[in-house]
């Protein structure tokens, strides 16, 4: 489990407070969870499939030789053996 050091403050009208609070509520669980997941739903996530889509790339760039899967699987309890 991630720990959390950083604090952010924000202010919400009361409103939207009341209406996340029963959201909570229903949901039993903390305010303070569902907050974060938001943030990691709405901002955070796509930079963490951009960067999976760059390593791709990346990888995909290299154009190295790839062999069947009964091959490489050879290669690599061969290479187990040896080692």
């Known amino acids: 489990m991630p720990t959390y050091t950083?604090?952010?403050?924000?202010?919400l009208t009361k409103k939207q407070?009341?209406?996340?609070r029963e959201v909570a509520e229903y949901e039993q669980r903390p305010l303070s969870v569902m907050i974060r997941e938001a943030i990691v739903a709405q901002y955070l996530a796509k930079i963490e499939t951009d960067a999976r889509h760059e390593a791709l790339a990346?990888?995909?760039?290299?154009?190295?030789?790839?062999?069947?899967?009964?091959?490489i699987e050879a290669e690599?309890?061969?290479g187990a053996l040896d080692g």
Do not use: S
């Not at 950083?6 to 202010?11: A, C, K, L, N």
């Not at 407070?17 to 996340?20: G, H, N």
């Not at 990346?58 to 091959?71: G, K, R, S, T």
């Open 76 to 78: 690599i309890e061969q």
């Open 58 to 71: 990346n990888l995909l760039a290299l154009d190295a030789p790839i062999a069947d899967w009964p091959q």
């Open 6 to 11: 950083e604090r952010v403050q924000t202010v």
């Open 17 to 20: 407070y009341d209406q996340l």
